[in-house]
């Protein structure tokens, strides 16, 4: 069995910071060792006298995490591999430190149903760089379907309750029209137990009305930076308003997904009062870009929900700082830049942006004086322990998927670096911290 000792990283976690070393004995992380114990030396050279064959990596001046956990990324597989597919992104993902993803269920044909997930799992097997499990996606007319896979599977289909990572809700329409509005529907949705329920929030009546706007104002020629006012603030917090209260009322283990306002912020700040089971997930995207960017970048930077203001931005990262922000989800959304270049209103919505993920919240840490020990929570210890895996940690027993990186060096995004599909992200040009140098999966290195 391959026997590995990380020696003298500067390990991160989400209680702790420090030089230490890790073991790692076939797939699986054995034994973690900080420097500031008294035997740490002894430890050491023990590993090293008892395991034959030990493969010693000195990372001393490098960073060690657990690899992300990014429980929201569109791979596009199947029905529109034009874009993306499961091999490209996955790729892309590892590249950015995350190891471990979950698929939204909004391709095509939609998963939707036992058979269209594994149908999914078949497609992923040996495909992959790291790992991948798939939610499963809410209609206005699968509510009960859903209960009954969670509880019990469909043999028919091959299919367990173990292979249902969560349930997404669309109460907005996004890529996919896989809007669920049905106020009995969504009672019963949110009345699920035993996996997170994850929701995607704008009032699709003010979203309507905002672009009937926009269309007797411009016509055709929409500017994107009315995209702000479209998908509009009103209608995230209008639906986010309804959906906390009903996670509230039902007890749901709510993922509130990619929060955009500071209105938001405060609405969960005060919900997980009453429901301590609610996570707030945001996007970089919003962490980094705004309404000033759109001028700047038009349809690359449209996404849905539209990025705002630099006052929503500051609250996301005081967010992010104060433990307030559970998970960061990268929303990876890739589209072909030629599709991306059409008017606004043929223009489709999302960004590639996963393999830019971990070293904008390293840049943002920096920026803002953040701990490295709430990044770690973030991109991994977080939705490890909401969707129960054994990865995602830097602790005995769990999967050696880990990230190592060199926060002292920047780097500038291009193009051309990109390993997926669509080849292109919002974040060209910007200069990062935190290089990315190595990447294990289950103890083997990937990058």
């Not at 499990?133 to 009960?144: D, K, L, R, W």
């Not at 949705?189 to 329920?197: C, M, N, R, W």
Request: aromatic residues 6%.
């Amino acid at each position: 069995m391959k026997t590995i000792l990380l020696h003298n990283a500067t390990v991160v976690t989400s209680e702790k910071e420090a030089v230490g070393s890790v073991l790692v004995i076939g797939d699986t992380i054995e034994e973690v060792i900080f420097s500031d114990r008294e035997d740490y030396g002894f430890r050491v050279e023990r590993i090293i006298k008892l395991h034959d064959g030990l493969e010693v990596i000195d990372l001393e001046g490098k960073w060690l995490m657990a690899g992300g956990i990014d429980a929201h990324v569109h791979f596009r597989e199947p029905g529109l591999t034009h874009k993306a597919d499961m091999a490209t992104e996955s790729l892309a993902a590892a590249a950015g430190g995350v190891t471990y993803v979950m698929d939204m269920p909004n391709t095509n044909p939609a998963t939707t149903t036992a058979q269209a997930l594994k149908e999914k799992l078949e497609l992923a097997k040996g495909r992959t760089t790291g790992k991948i499990a798939f939610h499963i996606g809410a209609t206005n007319s699968n509510a009960e379907d859903i209960v009954r896979l969670i509880q019990e599977g469909d043999a028919s289909a091959g299919i367990c309750p173990y292979d249902i990572a969560g349930v997404k809700v669309f109460m907005g329409s996004s890529t996919g029209n896989m809007l669920v509005d049905d106020n009995s529907t969504l009672a019963r949705l949110f009345a699920i137990s035993g996996k997170p329920v994850l929701v995607h929030c704008e009032d699709e009546q003010t979203i309507k009305e905002n672009l009937e706007k926009a269309v007797e104002k411009y016509g055709e020629d929409i500017p994107f930076r009315e995209h702000e006012n479209i998908r509009s603030r009103s209608a995230c917090i209008k639906s986010s308003i309804r959906a906390l209260e009903m996670a509230i009322k039902h007890g749901t283990r709510l993922v509130l997904c990619h929060i955009s306002t500071k209105e938001e912020m405060e609405m969960v700040r005060a919900a997980k009062l009453s429901n301590p089971s609610i996570i707030a997930e945001t996007s970089c995207n919003y962490l980094w870009f705004c309404n000033e960017d759109y001028d700047r970048l038009g349809s690359r930077v449209k996404c849905n929900p539209s990025v705002k203001t630099p006052r929503d931005r500051e609250a996301l990262r005081r967010g992010l700082a104060d433990g307030l922000i559970d998970t960061i989800g990268s929303d990876h959304a890739p589209h072909l830049l030629s599709e991306k270049e059409n008017k606004y209103g043929k223009a489709p919505s999302g960004l590639p942006t996963i393999q830019q993920s971990l070293p904008v919240l390293l840049t943002i840490a920096r920026q803002e004086e953040i701990p490295l020990t709430r990044i770690a929570s973030v991109f991994s210890e977080k939705a490890s322990e909401l969707y129960g895996l054994k990865t995602g940690k830097i602790a005995k027993g769990y999967a050696a998927d880990l990230v190592v990186f060199d926060l002292n060096k920047e780097f500038t995004v291009r193009a051309e670096d990109q390993k997926g599909r669509c080849g292109w992200t919002p974040y060209e040009g910007e200069i990062l911290n935190g290089v990315i140098e190595m990447v294990l999966v289950d103890g083997e290195r990937v990058i």
